[in-house]
């Protein structure tokens, strides 16, 4: 299927920011979500900057036509063949971990001078594992969504926000999904989810099974639907375990971890670890998972209109980690009045280098119970970092120094 270009001028941007430096470029994120397309649209850049085509190669490690080159002898020598001499050659190896053993050809290429060296990966096994040790320092990774709201958007235009997150949450945002939904197609809802029924069944069969050799693909599955309908809440890996067993699956927690474990390197799920927001540490116990596109969520366990409060809790999460935050749950502790333990969280807490921000989000706060309580975890804390909620609620209010947000005008900011 060709896929469905969609200008993505962030990525291109930071793509650009390392051109031509001696790092290996590596972009990966779950399948689907238009690696291969943003290598292309930043080939064609390179190209208005003077770049000839011959001096560009593309491979697509999952093309038919290139299957003989999942031999990492045969994808060196074509690329060596083709090299232009005396001049900057740019290499753009799309699923690379596709090619057995393809350590020793990117190990062989970035020695060579003359080459700009790009890849991508729908698995975390790029940035693991002893080559990736031994080039440490060496390469720069990109991490790659599919569309934000933001995106959505520009390819959605409309002044409608609730409309539109609507539809963003009730069709997908993999980028070839908005393909079906800009030909107006009379069946849309289902032509969308055999395109993601195939995308989930690649990631599970291949992305997941296969890396773990695993070969029960229904336990798989049935674990993959649990996991989709218990997005923002707390998970016990332990009692997970015992839930699935009174269903009828038999599987032992550090099993069960470890099969989240290849649900996350192929970026399908991801996990924020609880943190101690007066300790200042990260916590081992009761994270959160949340999951790549809620296409796939209503996929697996419909749209149910009671969750729209976690539904919007995962929206927030992924944009968060687009921004470049590394996101935690947060957990505070305070003594009440009666000197009992009281403990409360904080939706995320969102770091960089340069300082933290504390997010609460709530689908709406018109009732004056849920406004004091989302307020009430942020009083308690004391530093003067910036602290938000955001709700669907229309207007901007400043609640002694915490901001209340329109969470739709914030995430097409």
């Known amino acids: 299927m060709q896929e469905f270009t969609i200008e993505r001028p962030q990525y291109i941007k930071e793509l650009l920011m390392f051109k031509d430096t001696d790092l290996i470029k590596i972009l990966t994120g779950v399948r689907r979500c238009g690696k291969s397309t943003v290598y292309e649209l930043y080939a064609e850049e390179l190209k208005k900057q003077g770049v000839s085509s011959n001096q560009i190669q593309i491979i697509k490690l999952e093309e038919e036509e290139n299957f003989e080159l999942l031999d990492y002898h045969k994808l060196h020598e074509r690329i060596m063949d083709n090299l232009v001499a005396d001049k900057k050659n740019y290499i753009f190896l799309d699923e690379i971990q596709n090619v057995k053993d393809f350590e020793k050809t990117v190990r062989s290429l970035y020695e060579k001078k003359n080459l700009d060296l790009y890849l991508t990966g729908s698995n975390s096994r790029l940035q693991s594992g002893e080559w990736a040790t031994s080039l440490t320092g060496r390469y720069i990774e990109i991490k790659m969504y599919p569309l934000s709201f933001k995106e959505f958007l520009s390819v959605h235009p409309t002044e409608n926000l609730d409309k539109a997150y609507s539809d963003y949450i009730s069709y997908s945002s993999f980028p070839y999904?908005?393909?079906?939904?800009?030909?107006?197609?009379?069946?849309?809802?289902?032509?969308?989810?055999?395109?993601?029924?195939?995308?989930?069944?690649?990631?599970?069969l291949y992305d997941v099974m296969d890396k773990k050799n695993i070969t029960n693909a229904n336990r798989m599955k049935r674990i993959m639907k649990f996991m989709a309908g218990a997005i923002g809440s707390e998970i016990s890996v332990k009692k997970m375990s015992d839930m699935l067993k009174s269903d009828g699956i038999a599987i032992q927690p550090a099993v069960l971890d470890d099969y989240l474990d290849a649900f996350r390197d192929a970026y399908v799920l991801y996990r924020a670890d609880r943190y101690d927001v007066r300790g200042r540490?990260?916590?081992?116990?009761?994270?959160?998972y949340y999951l790549v596109d809620m296409g796939?969520?209503?996929?697996?366990?419909?749209?149910?209109?009671?969750?729209?409060?976690?539904?919007?809790?995962?929206?927030?999460?992924?944009?968060?980690?687009?921004?470049?935050?590394?996101?935690?749950?947060?957990?505070?502790?305070?003594?009440?009045?009666?000197?009992?333990?009281?403990?409360?969280?904080?939706?995320?807490?969102?770091?960089?280098?340069?300082?933290?921000?504390?997010?609460?989000?709530?689908?709406?706060?018109?009732?004056?119970?849920?406004?004091?309580?989302?307020?009430?975890?942020?009083?308690?804390?004391?530093?003067?970092?910036?602290?938000?909620?955001?709700t669907r609620d229309y207007g901007t209010y400043d609640y002694n120094g915490i901001k209340q947000l329109n969470v739709l005008e914030w995430l097409s900011e």
């Open 281 to 288: 540490k990260v916590l081992k116990t009761q994270n959160k």
């Open 177 to 204: 999904a908005q393909h079906f939904v800009n030909l107006n197609m009379p069946d849309l809802k289902k032509q969308i989810e055999v395109y993601l029924t195939g995308i989930y069944d690649t990631v599970v």
């Open 296 to 390: 796939i969520r209503n996929l697996l366990v419909g749209g149910r209109l009671e969750d729209r409060g976690h539904i919007l809790e995962n929206i927030v999460y992924l944009e968060l980690l687009r921004r470049g935050y590394n996101v935690y749950v947060g957990k505070i502790d305070y003594k009440n009045t009666e000197k009992k333990v009281v403990k409360r969280e904080i939706d995320f807490v969102a770091e960089t280098p340069q300082g933290v921000e504390y997010y609460q989000v709530s689908d709406t706060m018109n009732d004056p119970k849920t406004l004091e309580r989302e307020l009430a975890s942020l009083k308690l804390i004391r530093d003067n970092y910036p602290k938000y909620v955001l």
